[in-house]
């Protein structure tokens, strides 16, 4: 296994990421943990983090000595090269500066680290990398033992090498995409060098995951909010694993779910998991606040302050129970499925990054309910909770779904949500979402379910006239949705083709009593949202 020590880059994950991807087993703990911790870890190689991008102060963080006595590979990255050079005698100019950009690296020497790897090749015969490079700090004299490995005209060592010691650091950052070879050179150094065997697998992770959510939870009992999503769903799926009956799902059924939707998460979890769920029926709770209230953020206001209250309510019933164990007195955890992107995005990791933005899954719950948190997908990122997903048994169709927002069809009912125009938008979409899944686009024999990243019918109150048989109508409007982004923060609509939207328009029309007009939305994001609320 391998030891990653984090000085709170932003990237840290990233390292993780890459070596889980090589199979290979990774812990991540801060840059300050004892000597005694990492010789009782035993890791076959230690890698050293960046740290956060813009803190000067950070460069009087240090590797415990241990990491230099145990006689293991050590990768530095970035602030891990410096105070590598630091530690071991070299010399490192600071600047209070810094910033992230493309660079070109031209490798030096044959190290066992960079040997074989290369983006291209100079006509003078140099092997180059295409980097990301962080720029500001840098090495500016080896350490002894060392020798130049790596360097640009900005940055005349911006890689060293000590090859009897297996030492090994770069200026630049291989666990981020922009660095082409990244993924290589991180396997060699933790297959290769290291000597990590990469069989590890997403099936091992649940077998650490549940002995490290048993020893965290013991015999006390957690509830956790299931949404529906893939999110908490797989965290039930892995909670459940671990500690079965212990685990109470509370299921909020708001009214405002796809078709179907609430009787899919009770069949799965109930039934094919059983699992413990509390399916809160609240739907006339949710309409009953929501009637006459036609603004967007006042509707979202309203259903996420239900959703806490009811949420909160049957928390309270859970936690005072009494168990069958008779000594434990009610739920004493709030689990939750928090990914790694929320972690980052709310600042969250070492406690010294930028908060970005605040991120809430059932924001504030923990301290009104003195519940103690779990969150055992916090290391993860989306894909990779999918995979596990998969590898808990959860069906495929349910972990692969496009994301659904918290208020639900709440903001695609467009203006005052009744029951009438959510029945009619729920059969709409269903129709929407069905061809979708089952047309495959020849080109790359995907479905366009699969080939779009967020696709949605959004319900328009206003009628419209029409003609059906040998009669006139006036019935309401939907436009269909359906978008292509990496990110979500910008989007473009997919360009579904044609003869699909005519199929779905004709089912949507012939199917669905109400509607007599199906639209497409061609808007971008910017200046359209994905949503239409
Ligand atoms: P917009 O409409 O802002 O949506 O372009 C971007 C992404 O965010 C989702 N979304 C939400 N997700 N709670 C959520 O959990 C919300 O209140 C919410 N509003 C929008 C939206 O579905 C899209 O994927």
């Given at each position: 296994?391998i ?16 070596v ?7 812990e ?9 911790f990492?010789q ?15 803190t ?9 000595q ?8 050590v990768l530095?990255?970035c ?6 050079a630091?530690?071991?005698?070299g010399?490192?100019s600071?600047?209070d500066?810094?910033?992230?950009g ?11 680290l960079?040997?074989?790897i ?10 180059m ?7 500001g700090?840098k ?19 911006a ?14 950052h ?8 990244g993924?290589?050179m ?8 290291s000597?990590?065997?990469g ?11 549940v ?24 965290a ?34 109930a ?5 413990k ?7 006339d ?12 953020e006042?509707k979202?206001?309203?259903i ?5 209250e ?20 009610g ?5 939750q499925?928090t ?13 010294k990054?930028?908060?970005i ?7 504030g719950?923990?301290?009104t ?8 997908l ?6 990779e909770?999918?995979e596990?997903g ?6 495929a ?10 208020p639900?069809l709440?903001?695609?009912?467009l ?10 938008l729920?059969r709409?979409?269903?129709i ?9 686009d ?5 479905s366009?379910y ?30 269909l ?21 005519k199929?779905?328009?004709?089912r949507?029309i012939?199917?669905?009593?109400g509607?007599?007009r199906?639209?497409y ?5 910017p200046?359209a ?5």
């Amino acid at each position: 296994k391998i030891l990653i020590l984090d000085f709170g880059s932003q990237v840290t994950q990233l390292i993780a990421r890459r070596v889980r991807e090589a199979h290979v087993y990774c812990e991540i703990h801060p840059n300050d943990v004892s000597d005694d911790f990492i010789q009782s870890f035993a890791p076959k190689g230690i890698i050293l983090s960046g740290s956060h991008a813009s803190t000067y102060e950070d460069h009087q963080l240090r590797a415990p000595q241990a990491v230099w006595d145990l006689g293991v590979p050590v990768l530095g990255i970035c602030y891990g090269m410096q105070t590598m050079a630091v530690q071991l005698g070299g010399e490192v100019s600071w600047s209070d500066h810094r910033e992230f950009g493309y660079a070109e690296v031209r490798a030096h020497g044959h190290t066992k680290l960079l040997d074989g790897i290369a983006d291209f090749t100079t006509p003078e015969g140099h092997g180059m990398l295409k980097v990301w490079m962080s720029h500001g700090d840098k090495v500016t004299k080896l350490p002894e033992g060392f020798k130049l490995m790596a360097s640009t005209p900005s940055c005349p060592i911006a890689g060293m090498a000590n090859e009897e010691k297996h030492y090994y650091a770069v200026q630049f950052h291989p666990e981020v995409t922009h660095t082409v070879q990244g993924h290589a050179m991180l396997m060699r150094f933790v297959r290769d060098i290291s000597g990590c065997a990469g069989d590890w697998i997403m099936g091992d992770y649940i077998a650490e995951a549940v002995a490290r959510i048993r020893e965290q939870v013991g015999d006390e009992e957690v509830i956790l909010g299931l949404s529906g999503g893939v999110d908490s769903s797989v965290a039930a799926a892995l909670i459940h694993r671990a500690i079965g009956d212990q685990l109470t799902c509370v299921f909020v059924d708001h009214g405002l779910l796809r078709l179907n939707e609430g009787q899919m998460v009770m069949d799965m979890f109930a039934g094919r998991l059983h699992a413990k769920v509390v399916h809160v029926q609240a739907q006339d709770q949710f309409m009953g606040h929501l009637q006459g209230v036609t603004d967007p953020e006042q509707k979202r206001k309203i259903i996420g302050r239900e959703f806490v209250e009811v949420f909160q309510a049957e928390a309270q019933k859970l936690k005072g129970q009494n168990t069958s164990q008779g000594s434990n007195k009610g739920a004493k955890w709030l689990a939750q499925g928090t990914i790694y992107p929320d972690v980052v995005e709310s600042g969250g990791t070492k406690g010294k990054k930028a908060t970005i933005k605040s991120h809430h899954n059932v924001g504030g719950l923990p301290e009104t309910l003195g519940l103690k948190l779990l969150e055992p997908l916090r290391e993860l990122f989306k894909d990779e909770v999918r995979e596990l997903g998969v590898a808990l048994g959860l069906p495929a169709d349910m972990v692969y779904r496009h994301p659904f927002p918290g208020p639900g069809l709440g903001v695609r009912v467009l203006g005052e949500v009744k029951p009438e125009y959510v029945s009619l938008l729920q059969r709409a979409d269903a129709i929407f979402i069905e061809e979708l899944r089952k047309t495959i686009d020849p080109a790359t024999g995907k479905s366009w379910y699969d080939l779009t990243s967020q696709a949605f019918t959004v319900f328009l109150p206003v009628k419209s006239v029409g003609v059906m048989g040998d009669g006139r109508t006036y019935e309401y409007v939907v436009s269909l949705r359906a978008v292509e982004t990496s990110d979500f923060m910008t989007a473009d609509s997919a360009e579904l083709p044609y003869s699909l939207l005519k199929k779905v328009s004709s089912r949507i029309i012939n199917e669905v009593r109400g509607i007599n007009r199906v639209a497409y939305d061609v808007s971008s994001k910017p200046p359209a949202t994905i949503e239409w609320e």
